[in-house]
């Protein structure tokens, strides 16, 4: 008698069923995204405030910080640098030493699924090495400024950590705004409201 073989499908309120061994990007919903990133805690919820720092209110800071750094940046890679850790929504943040711990299998995993992800909005399934690169760069900074304003590190800790990203001078002061933890409802709706404005450029 052969054994049912183990669920490898999460079921999503859209109604969606995501296979997560081979993600399809007919599966994936910008509501089932924004929903499950707004009740990720970044930091696994170490951060100061009546509310976690969620995953989407991250993902929206990198996309700001990246714009800013990068002016000439087009709306598609913008939203590249939104979805960037769009697939936490069912994996979860996992912090870096985990991951780094998992290893090669787990990051293969998350990239297989943002692949999938960047299909489903008309997106490169693996966009250009210097975009990634601008993109990560605008992630170190977002950490930085949420490891000192949010979760407890020194400035020396986070220098050590995430280095003193090239383009800090100033960001701080404009993106603290948008350090203020949200309810997820509130992240949620931030979160789909800055997807349907690069959506709906030219």
């Known amino acids: 008698m052969n054994a049912t073989p183990p669920r490898a ?26 929903h499950g990133l707004a009740r990720v805690a970044r930091w696994n919820g170490q951060t100061h405030g009546d509310h976690a720092f969620s995953v989407a209110q991250h993902c929206v800071t990198v996309e700001a910080i990246f714009a800013h750094l990068n002016p000439a940046a087009t709306t598609a890679e913008r939203l590249i640098a939104l979805l960037h850790d769009a697939p936490e929504y069912v994996i979860g943040d996992m912090i870096s030493p985990f991951k780094a711990a998992l290893g090669v299998d787990y990051k293969a995993f998350e990239n297989r699924l943002l692949s999938a992800i960047h299909l489903r909005f008309g997106l490169p399934a693996a966009p250009r090495a210097e975009l990634v690169d601008q993109i990560k760069h605008a992630d170190r900074v977002a950490a930085y400024l949420e490891a000192t304003q949010l979760a ?8 050590r950590f995430f280095g003193s990203p090239k383009g800090l001078t100033g960001l701080a002061a404009e993106y603290s705004h948008g350090l203020s933890p949200l309810p997820p409802t509130k992240a949620a709706s931030q979160y789909l409201a800055a997807f349907a404005t690069l959506q709906g450029k030219p």
């Open 9 to 34: 499908w999460q079921r999503m309120l859209s109604g969606r069923r995501l296979d997560l061994l081979d993600p399809s990007p007919l599966d994936i919903e910008i509501a089932d995204i924004a």
């Open 152 to 159: 407890g590190f020194s400035v020396e800790e986070a220098r």
